[in-house]
């Protein structure tokens, strides 16, 4: 099982960024899909997910109506469209695979390595 993020990157403020998350390994399918982030010195923490069942979108408050997550799943792929970007969205990105969407890191059954988003002037 194996779970590839790419798109991470330096972004002004205000700046957009689009992550991608290619699995491979396992029947995607049966998967919710998701992404948490973590800032330096600070916990893990949810940002989005997309259910498995029916496509159903949550997100953070934090990200609400500034980040939208999609998947492609001929593809194994999902995605995480960021735009005004503020310097607290600075973090290491994580996508996260689990039967269900969860909120809770621990829960999370596979996850990948990780990509890191800056967000500077």
Known sequence: VQLVEFGGGLVQPGGSLRLS????GFTWDVYSRG??????GKEREW????SNS?????YA????GRFTISKDNAKNTVYLQMSALKSDDTAIY???ADPYCTEIPDRVNYWGQGTEVTVSS
Do not use: H, L, N
């Open 21 to 24: 998350c290619e699995a491979s």
């Open 61 to 64: 408050d934090s990200v609400k």
């Open 35 to 40: 992404w948490f982030r973590q800032a330096p």
């Open 54 to 58: 029916d496509d159903t979108t949550y």
């Open 94 to 96: 994580y996508c996260a």
């Open 47 to 50: 940002v989005s997910c997309i």
